[in-house]
């Protein structure tokens, strides 16, 4: 009965990918794509900067929240 159950358990576990040596290394390897070591690329980084104003209403309308979105160019940090 043990027997039976036992292998019913192995016959339904799924199998698994095995993680190979070489896809580990991918990323860490001189050869892979690195563009922050190429000296004459242009590289533009920019930073969002969201503000939110409450304007406030009077007795004939209520007060809403004003969205205000900038996009500034910065230097980049690679």
Same mark, same amino acid.
């Given at each position: 009965?043990?027997? #039976?159950? @036992?292998?019913?358990?192995? #016959?339904? &576990?799924?199998?698994?990918?095995?993680?190979?040596?070489? *896809?580990?290394?991918?990323?860490? =390897?001189?050869?892979?794509?690195? @563009?922050? $070591?190429?000296?004459? $690329?242009?590289?533009? /980084? @920019? !930073? =969002? &900067? $969201? %503000?939110?104003? @409450? &304007?406030?209403?009077? *007795?004939?309308?209520?007060?809403? &929240? $004003?969205? !205000?979105?900038? !996009?500034?160019s910065i230097h /980049?940090? %690679?």
């Open positions: 009965m043990k027997a #039976l159950i @036992y292998s019913f358990i192995l #016959l339904t &576990v799924p199998s698994a990918n095995a993680l190979t040596w070489a *896809e580990f290394w991918e990323p860490f =390897v001189e050869s892979a794509q690195n @563009y922050s $070591r190429i000296r004459n $690329r242009t590289e533009t /980084c @920019y !930073k =969002v &900067v $969201r %503000y939110e104003e @409450y &304007v406030p209403g009077n *007795e004939w309308s209520s007060g809403f &929240v $004003r969205h !205000k979105t900038e !996009k500034h /980049c940090p %690679y």
